[in-house]
């Protein structure tokens, strides 16, 4: 008896789901501009700000909503940005650039990250605030602004390493940010660097899910603030970073049963589900399993701005009350930084089907015009099934029975596939057909994208809704005017 | 009955058949093993003791730590035998979810460490899960850690072969039940208990029940969980089941409010399993007159788990509706209450001096505060407005909140209480600041 295909259809909300629908639309398109190709939907970023606004609002709070560039490359996201009230996080020089290229003023830009002093000397030419990594950076910003004779640097430290009351936790370790026991430190040298350096706030980022380490961290931060006004700075918002997450498929079932299934692949009482039984981090040992999923929790009941919610609802752990309560009450903003979840549902990511070969033992090999890199889906452990896009006006096959089958990519590697999970589709696929990755704007489109032989680079076109119809331009031809009724005919293409 | 030490009163628990009238089953007699009444409240008791019982001189003697991997009662039962011996106790934990656990258990003088939560960004060359590693520091030779192990150590199953199962055989005058319906945690009692039936009987239906995947419910294991138990062998089950954490609840509502017995989710949700199991099983006896016996584990006591309870089942916690509330305001009410703005609050202050009550947090009250305000923070407000006005009528007041909006919800209820002039401060201490008047801290 064949098993039941353990389906893990991704989530699609309406505009996206729209998009992949458009297969007249899209053929052309991976035709002219090649395989693979990445297609973005500018105008979903403005709808996922507004959900994380009402949040805000929700709670009665204020303060920036910035979005972490490192999500993505592209221009159209950036300038689609620029043309809302949302701020950018900034991770490198080149991303500054970019930011403040896309008008991207720079009283909405904060530079986080490693920095070099190329990096530092444009944030504090330009006035755009910066995220303090450590003591050293702010004795070398300091350093830099007297030198050059440059305007007072708005700065905001990252601290880490906070301590919760009752039972401790034992938080990852991070290389970023001061330890909240040396603030006092710190703050000495703020107050030294004061002709330099203005403080306007405090911010950590925690690479965690869970939200009680984060509780405890916001809390910390609400006393680190605290201890700050005492000395008489007066630093008004708490940045929380990013790491509110995506919800990346349809159903919680397929998630729960597919997890389920691949623990007993493991454990040796099924045929595998992935290339050569990899377990993803899991093994078994005498029957028992051990190691630990290294999946991204693929299924999220609580994500993105349901996630901020949330942790907002939470009670401080020492101080009692409700943490968005608490921010409000001391008069402090709220600044967040969320990447993946602002550009959830922005875009997905093309392949063209080269070759379809069954194997001896049954499997289904399908050879695509991409390689790993072009999607991050194994590097970012990101689960999810392709949406099957037939060529059209190709002879009609029957709807066949649904086939599991493994991706191949285009570099001579053996290790080359572009998910080494068994991905389920309605039908076999024929050579000419794409298979388009869904939400891939949030890390999963070029943050790992080479051009290793020599395969192309993936393109990136911007895609919106415009009398009826969609129309494209490549990334760097869009501009926020697009869309809204005003759009030049260069490049346009209509559906 | 007298003993030496507390540790002798564990074990030897009673065995209570549940009323017909309550299962419903006509053939089959259904009898709790009540563990909860076990000296430190469940049937972790067993395994903790017999887990340390023979390592506690030399651990004693070198002054180990006491450590498990344990959220709820093994730690308990831990906590409590490494402090009669003078020993710290330590747990280590992913999984204690309910706060009331964790206070009892700091209170108990257990350092609890948590692991942290899954990582946001993901690094796929980082396989080692923080138990393996938590695992490999206490099993080092001299580590000065007497590590328990209960999910791997077979002195957790022993405990159960050479009491929970003989005591039940003992109980059933020396017959083995037809049925055995466990929940599977560290699948210790499962495990012991089921060897010891199938000696006497090797008939005895064992159904190991575990948690609904999606589902939380302390003490149980999900499907995926129990395969990282060690003990965990899925040859010990006939049948492996799962229970919804909504289904545990109604079976432990079931046993406290028919049966007076003090359960916990756990044990309810082992009676629902049970039951479930059993009517099918009922049905098929009709018209036979084989009559079946079934024993179910009675894991722990309800009391620890209120908060858990009234996250999920707010409703069991209704009390009726408190005088002077703020959810018993009425749109006109509402529109009765008066609001000043900061000018006019500020000319207010000056020539009247009403009483300014913040009704922040103390901890942003003392950062920045309108001079000569007091601090009642809003909880503590409620509180008195319950029992009536903590000033006179005729005292003016002006309520001052974040941003105007609470305030002006207890104006207005102060309002209707008979006050004769509550104002809230318009747009709150926020707008307060933003209009550039002055906060102080003192």
């Known amino acids: 008896m064949r098993p039941l295909p353990l389906f893990l259809e991704p989530r699609l909300e309406p505009r996206l789901r729209s998009l992949l629908a458009a297969g007249d639309f899209l053929h052309p398109l991976v035709d002219a501009l090649g395989s693979p190709l990445n297609v973005l939907l500018p105008e979903q970023l403005a ?4 959900r994380f606004r009402a949040v805000y609002r929700k709670h009665h709070l204020s303060g920036p909503i910035h979005y972490a560039h490192k999500a993505n490359r592209s221009r159209a996201i950036v300038r689609r940005l620029a043309a809302t009230e949302a701020g950018l996080d900034v991770a490198s020089l080149a991303e500054l650039q970019h930011a403040l290229g896309a008008g991207c003023t720079p009283e909405r830009i904060i530079a986080t990250g490693p920095k070099n002093r190329e990096f530092l000397w444009l944030a504090a030419r330009t006035g755009v605030t910066v995220s303090l990594d450590s003591r050293a950076e702010l004795d070398e910003l300091a350093e830099l602004v007297r030198k050059h004779t440059l305007p007072r640097v708005r700065i905001m430290p990252r601290l880490s390493g906070f301590e919760a009351p009752g039972a401790r936790v034992l938080s990852r370790p991070s290389r970023f940010g001061t330890a909240a026991a040396g603030l006092d430190d710190l703050l000495d040298a703020v107050e030294r660097h004061r002709d330099a350096v203005d403080l306007t706030g405090l911010a950590y980022h925690l690479d965690t899910t869970g939200i009680p380490e984060k509780a405890v961290a916001l809390e910390g931060c609400i006393r680190a603030m605290n201890a700050c006004h005492r000395r008489g700075l007066r630093p008004r918002t708490i940045d929380i970073g990013g790491g509110f997450g995506v919800n990346y498929l349809a159903h919680a079932a397929q998630w729960e049963r597919y997890t389920t299934e691949l623990t007993n692949a493991v454990l040796g009482n099924r045929p595998p589900l992935t290339w050569h039984g990899h377990g993803y981090g899991l093994r078994g040992e005498h029957g028992t399993l051990r190691g630990a999923l290294t999946l991204y929790p693929a299924h999220r009941a609580t994500a993105a701005e349901t996630y901020l919610d949330a942790l907002l609802s939470t009670r401080a752990p020492s101080l009692g009350r409700p943490l968005a309560t608490l921010l409000l009450e001391n008069l402090y903003d709220l600044a967040v930084e969320p990447g993946r979840a602002l550009v959830d549902q922005c875009g997905a990511t093309l392949a063209r089907v080269l070759e379809v070969r069954p194997t001896p033992d049954g499997d289904v090999l399908l050879r695509l015009g991409m390689n790993a890199r072009d999607v991050g889906l194994e590097e970012h452990g990101v689960l999810m099934d392709p949406v099957l896009l037939p060529r059209p006006g190709a002879p009609s096959t029957p709807p066949g029975e649904p086939v599991g089958a493994y991706l191949l990519g285009n570099l001579c590697l053996e290790s080359d596939l572009i998910t080494r999970r068994k991905v389920f589709l309605p039908r076999l696929p024929a050579p000419g057909d794409l298979l388009a990755f869904a939400n891939t704007a949030g890390y999963l489109m070029d943050f790992t994208a080479g051009r290793a032989i020599q395969q192309p680079a993936a393109r990136k076109v911007a895609a919106f809704r415009q009398d009826g119809a969609w129309h494209w331009r490549l990334d760097e031809q869009y501009w926020p005017v697009d869309g809204t009724g005003t759009a030049e005919p260069q490049g346009e293409r209509q559906a | 009955m007298r003993y030496d030490s507390i540790t002798d009163a564990i074990g030897d628990t009673p065995l209570v058949r549940i009323d017909p009238a309550v299962t419903g089953l006509r053939h089959i007699d259904l009898y709790a093993k009540l563990e909860l009444l076990n000296p430190f409240g469940s049937v972790k008791d067993r395994a903790a003791w017999n887990m340390t019982r023979d390592a506690l001189p030399a651990a004693v003697e070198r002054g180990d730590t006491v450590v498990e991997l344990s959220s709820g009662n093994t730690a308990k039962a831990l906590a409590l035998i490494a402090g009669m011996h003078g020993l710290p106790f330590k747990s280590v934990t992913n999984r204690m979810k309910v706060p009331e656990v964790k206070d009892l258990l700091l209170l108990l003088g257990a350092e609890i460490e948590e692991l942290p939560g899954r990582t946001e960004c993901l690094d796929p060359t980082d396989t080692d899960d923080p138990l393996t590693r938590i695992h490999r520091m206490l099993s080092a030779a001299d580590s000065g850690y007497l590590h328990t192990d209960q999910y791997f150590s077979p002195l957790n199953v022993e405990a ?283």
């Open chain 1, 47 to 50: 709808d996922n700000l507004a």
């Open chain 2, 160 to 442: 159960h072969v050479t009491g929970t199962g003989p005591e039940i055989v003992r109980d059933l005058d020396g017959r083995a039940p037809d049925h055995f319906i466990a929940c599977v945690g560290t699948a210790g009692s499962s495990t012991g208990v089921a060897a010891v039936l199938r000696a006497h009987d090797p008939a005895v239906e064992v159904v190991g029940l575990v948690a609904d995947k999606s589902d939380f419910i302390p003490g149980i294991r999900t499907i995926d969980e129990v395969h990282e138990v060690g003990l965990f062998d899925p040859g010990t089950y006939d049948t492996l089941q799962s229970v919804t954490a909504d289904q545990a609840i109604d079976g432990m509502l079931t046993l406290i409010r028919r049966c007076g017995l003090l359960a916990g989710p756990t044990g309810g949700g082992a009676f629902h399993g049970a039951l479930r199991h059993l009517r099918t099983v009922d049905a098929g006896l009709a018209d036979s007159a084989d009559r079946r016996t079934a024993v179910f584990i009675v894991c722990d006591r309800v009391e620890s788990y209120l908060g858990y309870l009234r996250q999920r089942r707010p409703e069991l916690f209704n009390q009726p509706a408190r005088p002077n509330s703020l959810g018993s305001l009425t749109p006109a009410d509402l529109a009765a209450a008066r609001s000043v703005d900061v000018d006019a609050a500020r000319k207010w202050i000056a020539e009247e001096r009403p009483l300014v009550v913040d009704l922040r947090g103390p901890f942003a009250y003392a950062a920045l505060h309108i001079e000569g305000s007091i601090n009642i923070v809003d909880e503590l407000f409620d509180e008195l407005l319950h029992g009536g006005l903590p000033f006179g009528p005729r005292q003016p007041v002006l309520l001052a909140c974040p941003v105007g909006e609470k305030s002006e919800r207890y104006a207005a209820l102060l309002t209707r209480m008979g006050h004769r002039d509550a104002r809230s401060l318009a747009g709150g201490i926020i707008g307060w600041r933003d209009a550039g008047a002055p906060l102080v801290r003192d």
